[in-house]
């Protein structure tokens, strides 16, 4: 049962996040109220002006499938405060606004409907809730009607639209797991969705980690997650151009797999409910580049390769994918294999490889000299075991580090 409620996620490896609320129509990231102390009557009356005109969550979860992500994550309530959907213990909600309906409802429907999980992002933390605030800085009776109030918005979202797969939190800051009763919140969020994975960001260990803009795995046996956007920005920030390449992408993805994670990249759609066409060009390319090498992403495992100069390592069973993210020319020596290559191929093109073996190092000859695609070639090893390397015979440390012991 325990494998089969995780096994879809650590075969995805790729997500899409989803930063939106009202802080989209100011356009200056999701933290604008708190670093501009936008003071509260003036922040909630954005919610007037928020009529998402052109939300339609289909283009969206179409987007996921054409990038080859398997599994989109939505704020849902972000610091902001603000709710997608229409609650009944927080007036302060799409119902409410200028949309003047349930914008969750509809983005769960798209994705669904795609084929893909449903994610729902939670805030913790609440810069709209008086409670919040007076909890932490002292008032016991606030912090306790904080989270009874937190305890229901997060049963609402749990019994109002079916199976959700993923439960992401975030900003568990200034209240210990104890304060928020995270084990008993995460025991019914449990009861009501049996199949469903929670993250680790209410205090308590859950599911997986998640690592937040940068790829660190998590240590053998843990699931993880590196959370990281597009551009610099969680929120919609016009201003902000700086979109990682489609190049920067992969590496990123390749990065995350290797190490037996996934990779959950952001981006912010506008205040009309549009993902920006920049970041739309750039996540096509990548779904482009997974649609041949694919299969040296899904499903990746752990392994026993080191680092090499070639870039990193992703393997399934008895296979290496060496993602070349340096091209050496016509030719690429693997050191200290500890099985034998059967078959070398370059996947990028499907060309069969020359492959030279010794007890020290396989030669691989007929590479293009120059990258056969430009986002990043792959190499495909087929080995008699699972890929591992030992370099500890022929070049310990002491060799590399004389000064350090053996």
Not at 219 to 229: H, K, P
Request: proline share 5%.
């Amino acid at each position: 049962m325990e494998t089969q409620r995780t096994d879809w996620f650590e075969s995805a490896r790729f997500g899409m996040f989803l930063h939106w609320g009202l802080y989209a129509l100011l356009g200056r990231g999701e933290w604008v109220r708190n670093r501009e102390q936008v003071p509260a009557d003036e922040y909630a009356s954005l919610a007037d002006r928020f009529d998402p005109v052109d939300y339609d969550p289909r283009a969206w979860a179409q987007l996921a499938v054409e990038t080859g992500m398997k599994y989109v994550v939505l704020t849902t309530k972000h610091h902001e405060g603000f709710c997608l959907w229409d609650s009944k213990a927080c007036s302060f909600n799409a119902v409410n606004s200028g949309a003047k309906r349930d914008l969750l409802a509809e983005y769960v429907e798209a994705v669904r409907g795609a084929g893909l999980k449903v994610g729902f992002y939670y805030s913790l933390g609440d810069w709209h809730h008086p409670d919040w605030k007076a909890g932490y800085e002292g008032d016991t009776g606030a912090a306790d009607r904080f989270m009874d109030y937190t305890h229901e918005l997060v049963r609402e979202l749990m019994t109002g639209y079916g199976r959700i797969d993923i439960l992401w939190y975030d900003l568990p800051q200034n209240y210990s797991a104890a304060q928020w009763r995270s084990v008993d919140l995460n025991a019914k969020v449990r009861q009501l969705q049996p199949h469903i994975l929670i993250n680790n960001r209410a205090m308590t260990t859950e599911d997986f980690a998640t690592p937040e803009q940068h790829i660190t795995a998590a240590q053998a046996g843990r699931m993880w997650e590196s959370c990281m956007t597009l551009n610099r920005s969680w929120g919609y920030c016009p201003s902000d151009t700086d979109y990682k390449s489609p190049r920067e992408v992969v590496q990123s993805l390749a990065s995350a797999a290797a190490g037996g994670g996934n990779l959950l990249l952001n981006v912010g759609p506008d205040p009309a409910g549009r993902i920006p066409e920049p970041a739309q060009e750039v996540l096509r390319q990548v779904g482009g580049w997974l649609e041949t090498h694919g299969q040296a992403i899904y499903g990746s495992q752990r392994h026993g390769m080191s680092w090499n100069l070639w870039g990193p390592t992703t393997a399934r069973d008895n296979t290496a994918y060496l993602h070349l993210e340096r091209c050496f020319g016509d030719r690429l020596t693997v050191g200290a294999l500890t099985g034998r290559v059967e078959r070398a191929s370059l996947l990028t093109t499907g060309q069969a490889l020359r492959v030279e073996q010794d007890e020290c190092r396989a030669i691989l000859t007929g590479l293009p000299k120059e990258a056969a695609d430009p986002l990043m070639s792959v190499v495909k090893l087929e080995l008699d075991r699972p890929p591992a390397q030992d370099f500890t015979p022929s070049l310990g440390t002491a060799d590399i580090f004389p000064d350090l012991p053996a």
